[in-house]
């Protein structure tokens, strides 16, 4: 029998999977955005050369065991040991599937390539994700890809920091980060063999978060909990709402806590031949904890400054619409109180950063926008925002 395929069906197609071609567009035009990457010669900046030779190392000398010995550092120093060694991994991983027919720097430049991309294609896979809107997911995405007027090589992990600074490991992490989010929340409304894989998955990219760049890899800790607490609580939420009883079918309505449990168990597992050897000698050998920058609350101030006008807008925006998205006026008015406290906190942080208190009005942001979450159908903008 021939397989036939008419107008009227690649429409329906078209129809049901219209975001996967743009999402590619998308990812086309950020490839094309640092195609320079590719001329002749090693990528300028001031850390791209060290990555690019600890690159190597890992590659030519280290696999099985990456956390090997650099004789030309500071007369032997474990630099996987004491640096993330996630971004060296990719690196060498690219070069040895091609099997040495591409140089240690073309694999480097499509590592870095990437990195680059992997923001956008995790952002848009978490918004729908959590919302299951496209067109949201595909900004998301185009957002994560564009360079903004107002971006800073120091504070934000983008084309500038990547290329001028050279610190790409930091953009591996978030994209990382995102994709796993993405999986958890995916995880949470799946049974079976479907949770079990995206379970496993979770985890693998929570530890190579981790092991890409430490801070991503603490900050990713702190929004799974905040994911799957939102996840459970709302369950409990939505379930007295309909049927006034909290602890009916409790082990269903669990499911997010034990998958994020079991995720963090996972990652540590996965990330101890690392994790146990730095906390054992990191005070006795590295010496990074006394030459740390102390950057203070201005920090802050820097993330407003490098924001674009229409990203603030576009937040702004979400956040009203998650809040006023409530299905009755009580649910409404509540999430309108916390969300308008959480929002006032930060408010006050920019206004009065060195008052002391910043730490505080931060912690009482972060919770009531995270209690704001609990009480609408579309929770993704506050969640994010806590």
């Given at each position: 029998?021939?397989?036939?395929?008419?107008?009227?069906?690649?429409?329906?197609?078209?129809?049901?999977?219209?975001?996967?071609?743009?999402?590619?567009?998308?990812?086309?035009?950020?490839?094309?955005?640092i195609r320079t990457i590719f001329r002749p010669?090693?990528?300028?900046?001031?850390d791209n050369p060290e990555h690019l030779v600890?690159?190597?190392?890992?590659?030519?000398?280290?696999?099985?065991?990456?956390?090997?010995?650099?004789?030309?550092?500071?007369?032997g120093w474990v630099f996987n040991q004491y640096?993330?060694?996630?971004?060296?991994?990719?690196?060498?991983?690219?070069?040895?599937?091609?099997?040495?027919?591409?140089?240690?720097?073309?694999?480097?430049?499509?590592?870095?390539?990437?990195?680059?991309?992997?923001?956008?294609?995790?952002?848009?896979?978490?918004?729908?994700?959590?919302?299951?809107?496209?067109?949201?997911?595909?900004?998301?995405?185009?957002?994560?890809?564009?360079?903004?007027?107002?971006?800073?090589?120091?504070?934000?992990?983008?084309?500038?920091?990547?290329?001028?600074?050279?610190?790409?490991?930091?953009?591996?992490?978030?994209?990382?980060?995102?994709?796993?989010?993405?999986?958890?929340?995916?995880?949470?409304?799946?049974?079976?063999?479907?949770?079990?894989?995206?379970?496993?998955?979770?985890?693998?990219?929570?530890?190579?978060?981790?092991?890409?760049?430490?801070?991503?890899?603490?900050?990713?800790?702190?929004?799974?909990?905040?994911?799957?607490?939102?996840?459970?609580?709302?369950?409990?939420?939505?379930?007295?709402?309909?049927?006034?009883?909290?602890?009916?079918?409790?082990?269903?309505?669990?499911?997010?806590?034990?998958?994020?449990?079991?995720?963090?168990?996972?990652?540590?597992?996965?990330?101890?031949?690392?994790?146990?050897?730095?906390?054992?000698?990191?005070?006795?050998?590295?010496?990074?904890?006394?030459?740390?920058?102390?950057?203070?609350?201005?920090?802050?101030?820097?993330?407003?400054?490098?924001?674009?006008?229409?990203?603030?807008?576009?937040?702004?925006?979400?956040?009203?619409?998650?809040?006023?998205?409530?299905?009755?006026?009580?649910?409404?008015?509540?999430?309108?109180?916390?969300?308008?406290?959480?929002?006032?906190?930060?408010?006050?942080?920019?206004?009065?950063?060195?008052?002391?208190?910043?730490?505080?009005?931060?912690?009482?942001?972060?919770?009531?926008?995270?209690?704001?979450?609990?009480?609408?159908?579309?929770?993704?903008?506050?969640?994010?925002?806590?």
């Open positions: 029998m021939a397989f036939k395929i008419n107008a009227k069906s690649l429409r329906k197609i078209f129809l049901q999977h219209w975001d996967l071609p743009a999402l590619a567009f998308v990812l086309f035009f950020g490839a094309l955005s010669g090693i990528l300028p900046g001031w600890c690159s190597y190392f890992t590659a030519k000398y280290f696999y099985p065991n990456i956390l090997g010995w650099d004789p030309y550092n500071n007369f640096y993330n060694p996630g971004a060296y991994i990719l690196v060498a991983t690219i070069h040895n599937l091609f099997l040495g027919t591409i140089d240690i720097n073309t694999a480097y430049k499509l590592g870095f390539l990437l990195t680059y991309l992997l923001p956008g294609f995790s952002a848009y896979w978490l918004v729908k994700s959590l919302s299951g809107n496209r067109l949201g997911a595909i900004l998301a995405a185009f957002f994560c890809i564009v360079v903004m007027p107002q971006e800073s090589e120091w504070f934000d992990a983008g084309l500038k920091q990547m290329y001028i600074v050279g610190m790409w490991p930091q953009r591996l992490g978030i994209g990382l980060a995102l994709l796993a989010l993405a999986l958890l929340t995916y995880a949470t409304k799946s049974k079976g063999l479907r949770w079990s894989v995206l379970l496993s998955a979770t985890a693998s990219l929570t530890a190579f978060t981790l092991l890409s760049h430490p801070m991503m890899g603490i900050g990713l800790a702190v929004l799974l909990v905040l994911f799957g607490l939102n996840f459970f609580l709302r369950n409990l939420y939505t379930s007295y709402i309909e049927t006034k009883k909290v602890f009916q079918k409790l082990a269903e309505k669990s499911r997010p806590i034990y998958t994020l449990i079991l995720v963090g168990s996972l990652a540590l597992g996965f990330t101890a031949f690392w994790t146990i050897p730095l906390l054992e000698t990191n005070t006795t050998y590295h010496s990074l904890p006394t030459i740390t920058w102390r950057t203070g609350p201005w920090v802050f101030m820097e993330v407003f400054s490098s924001l674009d006008p229409l990203l603030i807008v576009l937040l702004s925006l979400g956040m009203v619409i998650s809040t006023i998205s409530a299905k009755n006026q009580q649910d409404r008015g509540l999430a309108i109180a916390l969300a308008a406290s959480g929002v006032l906190m930060i408010l006050l942080c920019y206004s009065s950063p060195y008052d002391g208190y910043m730490g505080m009005r931060l912690i009482y942001a972060t919770f009531t926008l995270f209690l704001a979450a609990l009480v609408v159908p579309e929770p993704a903008p506050l969640l994010l925002a806590s």
